[in-house]
């Protein structure tokens, strides 16, 4: 049997919002030959607040339901998917599963090969931090390195609704990053352990800056989740052949796709360098097959 259609088959992108279409935005800046569907778990967001089983329970759901479509490989933009439900996942799946954890480990490791000194602050959503999943692989990539972790469960609304940028913004990361004060590892860099935290990357930045009474760069795993991707569709002769009529760009949400398309234009744009494909509406449990 010829490998042409599944060579063809798009790349399945899963978050619990809009953030993650930010990863999906680097994906088809890195990849443009493939093709994405992605899917946006809007009505459920935030994950990062709920239990594990239940993020394993609509993570299973969406990741499904890609496969139903056709994809390829799933890749969990989403961290506190990934952080709980990556390896359930690779275990059920038909198709390889990506996450953001390793990724984000990758960007450390760029990071410390420039000669980054310090402990690394993972950002990220309660329910990553609770699953420990940076906390293990950064210790095991980097040992003796110091690691913090710190939930910031009011990022991810502000993105949701678009106040990323507004004053209100730089209080409450003030508010959030005060625990970064106490920490006894002086702070060398932070990683940005969540969809939604690069989209607040102004305020995060100005906010530890104010904090730690210095900069820090900022690390995120999206450019290295794409390298991955390609390292492992090329490893399985699964890269999309170049050439031909542009890859279709499927985008979906279970919430109000109008709302969704104004909170990603810009950032899609500024990435990818084209305007945002529609983005349809779409129920997942119906579809999820079981
Ligand atoms: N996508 C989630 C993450 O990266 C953030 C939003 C949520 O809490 O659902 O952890």
Known sequence: MSDLPLRGAPIGVFDSGVGGLDVAAELARALPHEALVYIGDTARVPYGTRTAEEVLRFTREAARTLVGMGVKAVVLACNTASAVALEALRGE????????????????????????RGAVLVLATPGTVRAEAYQRALAAAHPG??????????FVPLVEEGWAARPISA?????????????EAPVGAA??????YPLMRGAIGAGLTSVLGREVPLLDGARAVARQLEALLRARALLAPPGGAPPARAL?????????????????????????PPIAPLTLSALAPS
Do not use: N
């Open 93 to 116: 799946l038909p198709v390889p599963v990506l996450g953001m954890v390793s990724a984000g480990v990758e960007a450390v490791g760029e990071w410390a090969a420039g000669g980054g």
């Open 145 to 154: 390195r110091a690691v913090h972790a710190l939930a910031c469960p009011l």
């Open 171 to 183: 209080l409450i990361t003030a508010e959030q990053l005060r625990g970064v004060e106490a920490l």
């Open 191 to 196: 990683l940005l352990g969540c969809t939604h």
């Open 252 to 276: 979906h949400t279970t919430s109000d796709p109008a709302r969704v398309a104004a909170l990603a234009a810009q950032f899609w744009r500024a990435r990818v360098g084209e305007p945002l």
